[in-house]
Every structure is written in structure tokens, then in C-alpha cells.
């Protein structure tokens, strides 16, 4: 999901690189994200007591 803005272009410096990964980043919503890694199989989350 982060390599979408980042391929087939050059960047300069690893900065560069590292501020337009760090943008889609923070773009990413929890509904964007959770079809891709909210598996049936993993366990679900524990709420201590």
C-alpha cells in the first residue's frame, strides 16, 4: 500500500523518498488498511482486565 506513490519515479536523496512514504503513511485510514490485514485466522485482540 505504501509503494503505490513510490513506483517507477527516482528520487534524489533518501529523504526525498522518505517523505513521500512517510505522507501515504499518514494518509492510510483504518478502513483502507483493515480488508488487507484483518485475517479470519488471527486471534483477536485481549482486553486486560
Known amino acids: 500500500m505504501v509503494d503505490e506513490p513510490v513506483a517507477n ?3 534524489a536523496t533518501l529523504d526525498d523518498l522518505d517523505a513521500v ?3 501515504r503513511c499518514r494518509r492510510l485510514d483504518a478502513a ?3 480488508p488487507h490485514t484483518n485475517f479470519h485466522w ?3 485482540p ?3 482486565s
Do not use: C, G, L, Y
Open 32 to 34: 483502507t488498511i483493515q
Open 46 to 48: 485481549v482486553q486486560p
Open 9 to 11: 519515479r527516482h528520487f
Open 21 to 23: 512514504v512517510a505522507e
Open 42 to 44: 488471527w486471534p483477536n
